[in-house]
Nanobody
Framework: QAHLVESGGGLVQPGESLRLSCAASGFKFSMSAMAWYRQAPGKERDLVAGILEDGRTNYDDSVTGRFAISRDNAKNMTYLQMNNLKPEDTAVYYC?????????WGQGTQVTVSP
């Protein structure tokens, strides 16, 4: 059974940094596309950053230059380094995986950016 477990969220001030981690198990991680999404209250879940099996990455325009997604296939881990955080980055952040025709989601981790 596939599992994704996020960690690393918290409360920070504007301009500070956080690193989110996603631990994956139960599927072929190295053959999966991984991504981070976020959902703010009253809004839809949106893609923040994605990383393919070959390491290619893509980012939402709002986080380009501030966030960096990475993966460690040896550890079945995906990371999201978030720098220069802004109040509008406040949301629940979810880790997602796509393997073959299957999609998996974690339970989410809260990120709050407030003075």
């Amino acid at each position: 059974q596939a599992h994704l477990v996020e960690s690393g969220g918290g409360l920070v001030q504007p301009g500070e940094s956080l690193r989110l981690s996603c631990a994956a198990s139960g599927f072929k991680f190295s053959m999966s596309a991984m991504a981070w999404y976020r959902q703010a209250p009253g809004k839809e879940r949106d893609l923040v950053a994605g990383i393919l099996e070959d390491g290619r990455t893509n980012y939402d325009d709002s986080v380009t230059g501030r966030f960096a997604i990475s993966r460690d296939n040896a550890k079945n881990m995906t990371y999201l380094q978030m720098n220069n955080l802004k109040p509008e980055d406040t949301a629940v952040y979810y880790c997602g995986a796509t393997w073959l025709n299957y999609e998996y989601w974690g339970q989410g981790t809260q990120v709050t950016v407030s003075p």
